[in-house]
């Protein structure tokens, strides 16, 4: 029991303090290759560090909805953080709690709650921010939860440790059709997710930002709130690519050497942000209602990647 009270914290703690390395390190090899010397891969952590040093400011009168949803938004990815294998391909302790489509659901309610709180803040700004997230995702949950429909049809379950062991046990599965299909739909929701496909821009004066604007009317320790919980969606969206879907391989759940995990899942982590950089950099920036198509295109990955498990089965 005390083994695994350590794995399911090493998880937890893993995924609270490392989602922001990734970023950090994503953002110093982008700026490289644009020929910049770029932020110190820290920079995340020294960003959180100075927003919780900061007051909270709030414009109008804002109802509870806008001072709490970071807060619940940030427990639901930490909650989610408990469940998938995004550091251990083993069950831990909250494992028994949910399953893909559990983590489907949860992310949605992520979302959900982020954009109620950021309709009650009454800024025009912010609510066309909301607004657009709530058009696109239309097709990226539809997508998401697709894909996972369609694993546990393969597998005979959507517990997302099975699958991993599946993929390891059959390696030739990873070359089949049905498996390529359903990368490609998961990796382009992860692109879109994180806010990493050609199409929409950072900053808070870009008319195109999507995620962003979410954050426009918060400041303080709810703007840090918010940015760790982006983090952290970042993280436990594209560990479930490396670990369920493209890299099952290489991590370790014997007590201490799980440890390990810790190099291997920054070398994994390091292959999907060259990936990443190499499509974000080599494509140019699309127009913003190219987001639907772009996302209708994924959504066809992930029903052909259905037909194709029920044809083949």
């Not at 709530?134 to 597998?155: H, K, R, Y």
């Not at 498996?179 to 990796?187: K, L, R, Y």
């Not at 004066?205 to 709130?225: F, P, R, V």
Request: no cysteine; hydrophobic share 55%.
């Amino acid at each position: 029991m005390l083994t695994l009270i350590v794995e399911t914290l090493s998880q937890y703690l893993f995924v609270l303090f490392a989602s922001p390395l990734f970023i950090g390190i994503y953002e110093k090899l982008k700026a490289n290759i644009e020929s910049r010397r770029g932020p110190s891969i820290f920079q995340p952590y020294y960003d959180l560090f100075k927003l919780f040093k900061k007051e909270t400011v709030v414009t109008g009168d804002p109802s509870k909805i806008f001072l709490y949803a970071p807060y619940f938004a940030f427990g639901i990815y930490s909650l989610i953080a408990l469940i998938i294998p995004v550091f251990m391909s083993e069950p831990i302790i909250f494992t028994a709690s949910g399953d893909f489509f559990t983590g489907a659901i949860l992310f949605s309610l992520a979302a959900f709650v982020k954009i109620i709180g950021t309709m009650d803040s009454k800024s025009n700004f912010s609510s066309m921010g909301a607004s657009r997230l709530m058009s696109f995702n239309f097709f990226s949950e539809a997508a998401l939860i697709t894909v996972f429909f369609a694993v546990a049809l393969i597998t005979g379950t959507d517990n997302p440790y099975i699958t991993n062991h599946y993929l390891i046990d059959h390696p030739l599965s990873n070359l089949s059709l049905v498996h390529i299909f359903a990368v490609f739909a998961f990796f382009m929701v992860f692109l879109y997710e994180s806010g990493k496909i050609p199409t929409q821009s950072e900053g808070n004066q870009e008319m195109g930002m999507i995620d962003s604007g979410i954050d426009y009317e918060y400041s303080g320790k709810l703007l840090g709130i918010n940015k760790w919980s982006s983090y952290m969606k970042t993280y436990l969206l594209g560990s479930v690519l490396l670990n369920v879907f493209l890299i099952p391989w290489g991590i370790i759940n014997t007590f201490p050497y799980f440890f390990l995990n810790i190099i291997t899942m920054i070398l994994k982590w390091l292959l999907l942000i060259i990936i990443v950089l190499v499509i974000d950099t080599s494509l140019a920036k699309l127009r913003l209602f190219k987001v639907i198509d772009y996302l209708a295109v994924a959504f066809i990955f992930s029903i052909l990647f259905l037909i194709l498990t029920e044809v083949i089965s």
